[in-house]
């Protein structure tokens, strides 16, 4: 059931009316019943895998908090070990598989497991993790209820592709909560629809063409085809991703959950350091805390400081895919961003310098684009095609149409005045025409620019 | 809360009828069909009603339906030349992709007042109600895409419970509100290159019906691979019968007869050649046939459903189920003359 079939909006309607005519205790009940569906619509059989995850959790953090100081650490590790454990089968065993293969000399599928990835795993064990070490360290206390806690893992509008939400944010929305106001309701309602629109007009529309160029770049040579395929992948993935948060975060608050922002308008960077922090927001939010922090990186310039900056974001680049290319992708955007803080190059303030931060931002979009080439490609040979066609040879012609890149344009425009004059809330608290208007140039975008065979979102496969 | 969602809900409803209303201005309005691409589904449809509605009769006007087997194997230029049938002007308007259920539509809105033809010739694929095929017609969506610009509202129901899944049902309920969602692919290729896409639409709407016109046929034959694999295919079990072609005729072929009841127009039915290898082992007949019962009606005529067998040779076919030149000059002039004899008996 995916986000952008009418099955899945019959599904959200159905859901929507019950819980509002239901008290409040029997709500949690219905929205995680709901979410076990919904999970069970994709794969019945994994329903145990996290049915037995959030068990051990909830059990982990009960532990933790009632335990002598000498348990808690194993219970701790009990449970990380086994988010990890999961994780790591799930879907790095077959890139280990291959890795030592290799090594061996051996043919590449030699230990190869036919493994089938459960979904939304990265982000509930992400979540599940960040619970468990928050009560480890004393800023979450533990849920007592079974039905909450579990709730908290399986609530199906970010159990597929996050934002991953953090406990507290959680727990304050389900244990404070308040209904949504007509204006959060508008929000929910336009998030939802925007995120469709990003998802099946300018999604699918950029990933036909990175699609068509990724899978033969020597049939397209020349350093336009290249940059335009590159940008396409970059386009393809942002609208996907951030069509899908927007989704989530829509059909939360019609729920009364206030999500955090997982994308605030990336491609207006003016550096690598700054999409880090404007791209995946909740990602980079639990690597800093998770994985950035504790590994020493609250020291700006030391050496170690530099060294958990690159740890943390090749285990970013390995999240995001088990192979080495998605590795030297996390690599490659360590280095440069270290390199940025070692030669003080930091996102600057528009209103301070415009022209400066103007002029950044197409150099920071090309850099990133360049970096995207290793997410995309197949493998690092397929990537070293790509460079060579980037920054040598003839010119080519773009593969983007006249009408693609005046969809690209709007969309530019639109966040750039988003960004100066938050004109999406201006809507939200306007007069309803304003809504009505925008919704019904949303519909027509969807009508006339979806890709006939939609495609399911790109991260659900992380 | 009710006020709160019904603020939500009206401004979902209003988004929703405003974008229906632009839907509307753009391709209820018929102007988009100008410049549709003629090689698309719904553009070839259009163009082939377009060209009809202007042509001019000098004598009794006869109108050959049919899917690509018409289009390909009947020529006009050599119908109306062979001066047999007498007082009848030959048009063919004959659409690849097509059936039954697009002749209707196509019918309803090329002759409105049920006055402009003296005979309509509608091609079956046999006269028994035998499922020939495992697809089911009434499935066909493509079907919509044709008629895309000829479906109003007011049909919205009847042609959407023409189809017989739920899927279907509503792709074709919204194909009919929502027609930008049919037109989608060619709205994207026209807004590549607007203008060039105008000046093509105009030179071969200009070309199409004096192309058409002269048209002669493939030159070549069936090919050795074309006529092992029809063979191989004839020894594939006959499908299931589920009656689905007796309902689809009866859903269909049934009210194009009964449109031109009590009028002038006459309908002639046939089975023009269909393969280019004659089938041996013809599975038995059901006993039911909706087109001889069609045919026993007054102004309804039919030919001998093995009228045209002996064209049934690789040497008069270019594919398993295209005529080609030399089948084209043999089933015209044969066409032609049946028509007279039955016509002109009448």
Redesign the interface.
């Known amino acids: 059931m995916l986000f952008h079939t009418?099955r899945f909006f019959l599904f959200l309607t159905i859901v929507a009316i019950l819980y509002?005519n239901l008290p409040t205790r029997a709500r949690r009940l219905l929205l995680l019943g709901a979410s076990y569906y919904f999970y069970i619509c994709w794969n019945p059989k994994f329903i145990v895998l996290i049915l037995a995850l959030t068990a051990i959790d909830y059990g982990a953090a009960l532990v933790i908090d009632r335990a002598e100081a000498r348990c808690r650490k194993p219970a701790l590790i009990a449970s990380l070990a086994a988010n990890l454990g999961l994780l790591g089968f799930f879907k790095y065993y077959n890139f280990f598989a291959a890795s030592l293969a290799q090594l061996l000399g051996r043919p590449q599928d030699s230990f190869f497991l036919q493994i089938v990835l459960p979904l939304g795993i990265s982000f509930h064990t992400f979540q599940s993790m960040s619970y468990v070490i928050d009560v480890y360290r004393g800023q979450q206390k533990p849920i007592r209820d079974p039905i909450d806690y579990a709730l908290f893992i399986a609530f199906f509008p970010q159990l597929v592709a996050g934002p991953i939400v953090r406990a507290r944010e959680f727990f304050r929305d389900l244990y404070n909560w308040r209904?949504?106001?007509?204006q959060e309701?508008?929000r929910?309602?336009l998030l939802i629809?925007l995120g469709l629109t990003k998802k099946v007009a300018l999604a699918d529309q950029a990933a036909l063409i990175s699609d068509r160029y990724f899978l033969n770049p020597a049939a397209h040579p020349g350093m336009l085809p290249a940059w335009s395929a590159a940008a396409s992948f970059i386009a393809q993935i942002y609208f996907d991703f951030s069509g899908y948060s927007d989704m989530a975060i829509g059909m939360a608050l019609l729920f009364g959950f206030r999500f955090p922002e997982n994308f605030r308008r990336p491609f207006l960077s003016d550096c690598i350091t700054e999409y880090w922090q404007r791209w995946h927001m909740t990602l980079s939010r639990w690597l800093r805390d998770y994985v950035y922090f504790p590994l020493g990186g609250r020291s700006r310039h030391s050496a170690r400081a530099y060294s958990s900056l690159l740890i943390t974001l090749l285990l970013a680049g390995l999240w995001h895919g088990a192979a080495w290319h998605f590795v030297f992708w996390g690599g490659v955007l360590g280095l440069i961003i270290s390199l940025e803080r070692l030669t003080g190059i930091r996102p600057l303030s528009f209103r301070a310098h415009p022209i400066l931060r103007t002029l950044r931002v197409p150099v920071a979009f090309a850099v990133f684009a360049a970096a995207a080439v290793l997410f995309r490609a197949p493998d690092l040979g397929v990537a070293g095609t790509v460079y060579a066609n980037m920054f040598g040879g003839a010119t080519g012609e773009p593969l983007f149409?006249?009408?693609q890149t005046?969809l690209a344009c709007a969309a530019l425009l639109l966040a750039i005045l988003e960004e100066w004059l938050g004109w999406f809330e201006r809507l939200v608290e306007g007069p309803?025409?304003a809504?009505?208007?925008?919704?019904?140039l949303?519909?027509?975008t969807v009508?006339?620019?979806?890709v006939?065979d939609s495609m399911p979102f790109v991260y659900f496969q992380f | 809360m009710w006020r709160q969602w019904r603020d939500v809900l009206g401004i979902l409803i209003g988004g929703a009828v405003v974008c229906m209303l632009l839907d509307a201005l753009a391709f209820h309005t018929r102007y988009y069909t100008r410049v549709l691409d003629p090689h698309t589904s719904t553009g070839s449809l259009e163009l082939t009603l377009s060209i009809e509605a202007h042509r001019q009769y000098w004598a009794k006007g006869v109108l050959v339906l049919g899917d690509s087997i018409m289009q390909q194997g009947f020529s006009t230029r050599v119908a109306n030349y062979m001066q047999v049938a007498r007082g009848y002007q030959f048009s063919n308007a004959a659409i690849p992709g097509t059936r039954e259920r697009c002749w209707y539509y196509l019918l309803r809105d090329l002759d409105p007042d049920r006055t402009r033809y003296s005979v309509v010739v509608i091609p079956t694929e046999s006269y028994d109600d035998r499922d020939l095929h495992d697809e089911d017609p009434a499935e066909q969506i493509y079907d919509l895409h044709y008629l895309a610009a000829r479906l109003r509202l007011s049909d919205a129901l009847e042609f959407a419970s023409s189809f017989r899944s739920m899927n279907r049902r509503l792709e074709a309920l919204r194909g009919i509100v929502l027609k930008g969602t049919i037109y989608r692919q060619d709205v994207q290729v026209f807004l590549d290159h607007p203008r060039q896409r105008i000046a093509d639409v105009r030179s071969y709407r200009k070309m199409a019906d004096w192309d058409s016109h002269n048209y002669d046929g493939l030159g070549h034959s069936l090919s050795i691979e074309d006529k092992q694999a029809m063979e191989a295919a004839f020894l594939e079990p006959v499908p299931p019968q589920r009656g689905y072609l007796a309902e689809y005729r009866r859903r269909w072929l049934r009210p194009i007869v009964e449109r031109y009841r009590g009028t002038a127009t006459r309908i002639l039915l046939i089975r023009p050649p269909m393969n280019a290898i004659a089938r041996r082992d013809v599975p038995p007949p059901t006993g039911h046939s909706i087109v001889r019962e069609l045919a026993s009606r007054p102004g309804v005529a039919l030919l001998d459903e093995h009228a045209f067998d002996e064209l049934e040779r690789p040497e008069y076919f270019y594919d398993p189920h295209h005529l080609n030149a030399a089948g084209r000059a043999q089933f015209t002039p044969m066409l032609v003359r049946l028509f007279a004899q039955t016509i002109g008996a009448r």
């Open positions: 009418w509002y209904r949504p106001t007509g309701l508008r929910g309602v629809i149409n006249i009408w005046g309803r025409w809504p009505v208007c925008a919704l019904a949303m519909f027509i009508e006339l620019f979806s006939s």
